[in-house]
């Protein structure tokens, strides 16, 4: 058991079984001799010894320790394994990919607000981008202390602080309260400056900054709904129109309101009649014009010398030669 445990101790490596880490320290500080070093895609592996950087190897990769890394590294470039001792540093593996992790404001944000003396409480969610940007500031705030840095970490940190943010960047150039979605883009870019700047004191960049809504209490929500049906609506004669179609479909048993809805649906029906027979009207109109035939002219008993309808001369007929219009 113990060749099988000294075996294990030979490889140096992170398989990142558990997601959202930013950096893992290797559990051993003895490194065997005939040791292997896997540096895996998006790791770098970090060389410390007695709390100082010796080295930093960022190519993925299967390295002997002895004849490829040591000779590398500051302080033990000459060092020699002895028979049963390990040359004793640390190896720290740093996440290189990028990661995205949600966050959402622990309680309700109270945002000034006219008429409302404790102001508007509402909460926020999204997502944020972060990754490592600087291995040394990173090593040297947290890494004395911690075994491992995770994502979940860097949103503690940033909730901490984001309530503050929030309200800051909201109430500058005096955003609309009830419509912050609207400004949610210019909101969440703010926020993603002030709080990279914050996080890059521990070696972490914020690349990504996201509100993907806004919460705004019961309440409030109900006044916008209502607010909204009534752009909708527009003027009087809709909105009595969908009063009525919403009483109509509530009507059931009750009979007062079944009445109703009878009266409203035969109005409503009436309507639709009268329209349809108006628009039947005007397309048939031109089609029921027939020329109006001209009255035959009465002249006292005699017949008019020219045809009235087409201007033949009579000669005296009662009938038009021409045309047969009666003449007298």
Not at 3 to 24: P, T
Not at 186 to 198: P, V
Not at 217 to 222: A, D, L, T, V
Not at 243 to 257: L, V, Y
Request: overall charge neutral; proline content about 4%; some cysteine.
């Amino acid at each position: 058991m113990g060749i099988f445990s000294n075996q294990l101790l030979n490889v140096v490596e992170w398989d990142e079984k558990k997601e959202g880490v930013l950096f893992w320290k290797w559990p051993n500080d003895e490194i065997k001799k005939g040791s292997k070093l896997v540096i895996r895609p998006g790791q770098d592996a970090i060389f410390m010894y007695m709390g100082k950087i010796e080295g930093v190897f960022t190519d993925d990769g299967t390295y002997d320790i002895e004849t490829q890394i040591i000779p590398f590294l500051s302080s033990l470039k000459g060092f020699k394994f002895g028979f049963n001792s390990g040359m004793r540093a640390e190896v720290v593996f740093i996440n290189t990919k990028e990661l995205l992790c949600k966050w959402g404001t622990k309680n309700a944000i109270n945002l000034p607000a006219q008429g409302l003396p404790g102001g508007m409480p509402i909460r926020a969610f999204g997502t944020f981008n972060c990754r490592v940007v600087d291995h040394s500031v990173m090593l040297e705030k947290l890494s004395g202390t911690m075994q491992t840095y995770c994502v979940e970490d860097v949103r503690t940190r940033i909730t901490s602080s984001l309530d503050q943010l929030l309200m800051s960047w909201i109430a500058k150039e005096g955003k609309d309260m009830f419509n912050l979605q609207i400004n949610a883009r210019e909101i969440s870019k703010g926020i993603e400056e002030d709080l990279d700047m914050e996080m890059r004191k521990i070696g972490v960049g914020i690349t990504g900054f996201t509100i993907e809504s806004f919460n705004y209490p019961e309440e409030i929500k109900k006044m916008q709904e209502k607010a909204a049906a009534q752009a909708m609506v527009g003027d009087m004669n809709k909105y009595s129109q969908m009063a009525m179609a919403d009483s109509m479909g509530k009507g059931g048993g009750n009979s007062g309101a079944g009445m109703a809805s009878q009266m409203m649906g035969m109005q409503m029906g009436m309507m639709m009649g009268q329209q349809m027979m108006n628009n039947m009207g005007m397309g048939m109109q031109p089609q029921n014009q027939q020329p109006q035939m001209q009255q035959p002219v009465n002249n006292g008993g005699a017949a008019p010398k020219f045809c009235p309808n087409c201007g033949t001369p009579t000669n005296g007929a009662k009938f038009c030669s021409n045309c047969g219009q009666q003449l007298v």
